[in-house]
């Protein structure tokens, strides 16, 4: 499948990586399998891609497409229930596998599960007997079970991704991984509705020691129940600068683009609202590589 963009997308489509994509097989219908979207990713000059799940880990999935379509994807794991919740030993194995992220927990975060009709194609699987993970006790430190993991993070020196938990509970997350050692801490789609960072909280955040704010393109989509506008992630960017964001597009949703296309419209969209060409490659090359170690 060839995209049809202009000269200047595709030369920012060359090279660029995508570090959320949620792919087939899932419990959730998604447009393509992990071998396809390499396949499409590759024809598309793309540097790599990372497949997503929120219930299971998809490092070893994504060594198989790797070698099925001779082209670098990785693989996470997401800390919810289906893990284990906050359970080091299921992030030791995911590592052990090639992992090079671990989110915290997403669709089973304590404030993801009592909003979940912001995402309502989602909520059909929580169920109504979920009791969603909070990462802090009471008196607001973190809890004992996440050390673990932050070490096992720094050990292998891979992504620290917030996931769907609030802003409260990340501030306190990224300053404990950073004074042990996590070198790569990414605020996963600060501008969503159901997240919900202002700029000041982004500004915060990085102080408090996260290396990257990842803008999604399907924030901006009917996928969300209260979508965002374009110019809202434009914003979010310029306010901050493009060398602490990355571009990813948390595309594969059966209703969405395919996740190339969707990558291509956004860095159109991007050029669009006046974002340089220079901005936009260290935004869906640079920086994501950096994150991946590559």
């Known amino acids: 499948m060839r995209l049809r963009f202009d000269s200047k997308v595709m030369g920012l489509l060359e090279g660029a990586i995508d570090l959320h994509i949620h792919s087939a097989p899932d419990v959730y219908p998604r447009i393509l399998n992990d071998v396809e979207l390499a396949q499409q990713a590759k024809e598309m000059g793309m540097r790599a891609i990372l497949v997503k799940n929120h219930f299971v880990e998809t490092a070893s999935r994504a060594q198989v497409a790797s070698e099925v379509a001779d082209f670098p994807v990785f693989g996470g794991i997401a800390l919810n229930l289906t893990v284990g919740g906050l359970n080091h ?28 009709s912001h995402v309502a194609n989602l909520a059909a699987q929580l169920g109504e007997d979920i009791q969603g993970i909070y ?37 306190v997350l990224v300053r404990a991984a950073a004074e042990r050692g996590v070198r790569k801490i990414v605020v996963t789609h600060p501008c969503a509705s159901f997240v919900a960072y202002s700029v000041d909280d982004m500004k915060a955040i990085l102080d408090a020691g996260a290396t990257y704010l990842e803008h999604v393109y399907n924030d901006t989509t009917r996928q969300v ?59 869906v090359a640079d920086n994501p590589a950096r994150a991946l170690g590559l």
């Not at 089973?108 to 599960?113: R, S």
């Open 225 to 283: 129940a209260h979508p965002i506008k374009v110019a809202d992630l434009y914003n979010a960017i310029k306010a901050i600068g493009a060398q602490h964001c990355i571009m990813s597009t948390d595309s594969g949703q059966w209703l969405n683009p395919v996740p190339a296309q969707q990558m291509g419209i956004y860095i159109k969209d991007m050029l669009n609202l006046g974002l340089s060409e220079r901005d936009i490659r260290t935004m």
């Open 135 to 171: 990462i802090l006790k009471p008196n607001g430190e973190l809890k004992d079970e996440v050390y673990p993991i932050l070490d096992l993070i720094a050990k292998w020196d891979v992504m620290l991704a917030t996931g769907h938990i609030t802003i409260q509970e990340a501030m």
């Open 89 to 116: 030993h299921a992030v030791d194995v995911a590592l052990k596998l090639g992992a090079k992220v671990v989110w915290m927990p997403t669709l089973h975060a304590q404030k993801f599960i009592e909003n979940k």
